[in-house]
């Protein structure tokens, strides 16, 4: 189930990163059925309690900053082009914070090669989201149950 976890919420943030709707990902992976109900709807809750976490942090402290945080250009060279547009689309949606992004480019010198892959720079990502249990919000994933309905 965990290879499976990851792999729907790789393709969420594929499709985020896309200016896709989670909506409409989360509908074409259920179209498939290749992938279980269960496993669509915790992947989708994860980003979402994700965002709203930022979002909460955002205003219970007003003191953090509302810019971003600007890579140096050998910072863009060892993330790549390609993977340097994915993380400003998921900052600018409110999946990524300055935090995630010091906490990702801390991550990727432990990768042996640069740039890094589309796969790799998901890893990455994906570690952000699973460390959502900095801030717990009402309603969030701790509270849900598999037989809970998300939708």
Do not use: C
Request: aromatic share 8%; net charge neutral; proline share 3%.
């Amino acid at each position: 189930m965990r290879n499976r976890l990851a792999e729907v919420l790789s393709k969420l943030l594929d499709g985020l990163a896309k200016d896709k709707s989670l909506e409409h990902v989360e509908s074409k992976l259920l179209k498939k059925k290749k992938y279980d109900k269960t496993i669509v709807a915790t992947a989708y809750s994860w980003i979402i309690d994700k965002i709203n976490a930022n979002q909460v942090g955002h205003i219970s402290h007003p003191t953090v900053s509302k810019g971003m945080r600007i890579f140096s250009e050998d910072e863009m060279h060892i993330i790549g082009m390609q993977n340097y547009n994915r993380i400003l689309k998921l900052f600018k949606i409110g999946l990524l914070t300055n935090l995630d992004l010091d906490g990702i480019m801390e991550q990727i010198f432990f990768f042996p090669e640069f740039p890094l892959t589309e796969d790799e720079m998901n890893f990455l990502i994906l570690n952000s989201i699973i460390d959502v249990d900095k801030l717990s919000i009402p309603g969030s994933r701790k509270l849900l149950y598999l037989s809970d309905k998300i939708n």
